[in-house]
């Protein structure tokens, strides 16, 4: 039996409209168990700006514990910045458990191992891929990586390829850059805003890929990662307007993690199709 | 031969009075090395803590150099946070040196690895155990864990699982909530105080786990955990006044616990038989 | 062939003369890909000291790729604060490429893992070694090693042990102190000031050993070292007399990393042969 609802003539196309302030109001309600799988270098931060956010943090990264860990938390992330023989296998537990998971294919396409992980994992279907347009495109077949975490291309240069692997995993890929873009299979969102401060902090990005794994644990996971690209404009607006360099910057960040409201974010996502 | 003190009838029941203020004094003084096998999400802001207080931390977690790195240090931490192959060796080790160490068994009881390593490691008698109730609980075999480091009971929850944890290791146990609660064969110390922002910054616990093994190197072990639970509590309430968010409220904790003074800490810890 | 050139009678003896603030210049406009091969405790605050310098961190540490990204970095640094089985394979790699590399041996004389390891590595040598006096000792085979990362000696305690190192590697040794001291074969540099602070905060040193790695990508490593030193007197200068304790002191030594200067650094170093 086959049931159309979207596309059956009665129904008109619903419109298309962004609703962040809802995905935040939704966290902070259920403060969803967010499992991290992430690189030592951005852990604390990580935490720090869940926590910050309203979610509940677990850095669970070890086999045997991060397959059951994954069962029971409401959304996984899977950063490959720095990826251990343990973090791999213990990657690999999680993805299979059925909880929306975030892949960030940190430095993908320059480097073996995690490249041909990043492959592997992306089988599992991430409900969201977070990257900036280097990584997106490297891990499309469409360029050969970044140096590192640096990206070398503007967002909207991984517009194809970010189409193209949303269209393979049937989920969400999102590419950070000075105005981030989030596609799936019919929608774009695009997320103007913010401050180049986060690019100058390590762990922005990544922490960004965590903050949509939570989302997504409330959300779909579309408009989980518009969602927190909108607080993370938001939010990083804010503390540059305050800070004196990066490292008061950082500090800032989270406090206005914590609080930014609702309302704040209305407005900040357009939504094309 | 059987030497009885405290019970003897000419001996009169020792005023029971506690003294953070000294241990603070004797632990400025000394600079305990304090060793720390923790979690990758906490190393840094733990060193940190340990630091500010007046201890002088070493991160020293790999097997081949745990044990006899344990043999010179005067405290350990072994934290099960995020315990990989080679911290698990490291720990063994290190609990074998018969050096005090405090056990802070993170998220024991719903994840199957530590869960079996703080059972094994807890044969090896930890002067302190260090945990949230719901981990306490958990470890007693009282309780089914908590969702990671969340605590989901109050600290009076886990009183009896306390007594029985510390009547089996002849330690302290401590369970860390709104009020601390620390016991040990026959005292029962209460903590109150503290700021909440504690909680929203990943690591707060953790470090006071830490800070117990350094005062465990100059006091004896109960006096120790209500000692650094003082500190905790004076420092996390000056930085809460000053601060707009849990980011500068981790960045003032630091600033306060080295301006923490001995006579700050006076009258902070309430004691019980 | 014996080609003379330094000591030919016709060419006159270069003048000695230190240029921070253009080792600044170029660092700046390079940006240089800096690889770190270092401990857990560390690893947040050096890339984020790197990215406040004007440089690219990417901490790649696992075996199968680090010798690879080594390739392609500008400088390596290869700390051994907290080495993993994974870690020392992966420095071994990395240290193979050819790229001018530091070895930060953190501990070493006291522990036997990574004493073993800094041995092997030396033979690679190093363009740096940095370290306190306690460590160049030990490293030399000449003292014991410190307690961790604690110096018990002072810089100038280690010249002759610096000496003999920068003979045996052919490299420049850097001994952080309340005046730092850098050698190599023929020259001395001294670089005093800075603030006692930077000893209160983890990963002071550590950073430093990664901003030599990242100045070593543009000018000879000499210089790296002193330059490096010189922008760690000036920022933790600063930082400190805007500090109220040694966690606002980090956070502000990052914003006047960014900060600094070329001009800055004129005066702040001093040659000798």
Known sequence: MVVRTSSSPSTPTPALQADPARALERLREASPLTQCITNAVVTNFTANALLALGAAPAMCDIPGEAGMFAGIAGGVLVNLGTPTAEQRDAAREAVAAGTPWVLDPVAVGALPVRTALAHELLEARPAIIRGNA????????????????????????????????????????AVSGETDLIVDAGRTARVPGGSALLTKVTGGGCALGAAMAAFAAVVEPFEAAHAASAVWAVASERAASRSAGPGSFAVAFLDELAAVQPHDLVGRVELTR
């Open 134 to 173: 280097s990584e997106i495109l490297a891990l499309a077949g469409l360029g050969a990586g970044g140096r590192g975490v640096d990206a070398t291309d503007t967002a909207d240069d991984a517009l194809d390829a970010a189409r193209e692997l949303a269209a393979h995993t049937g989920g969400t890929v």
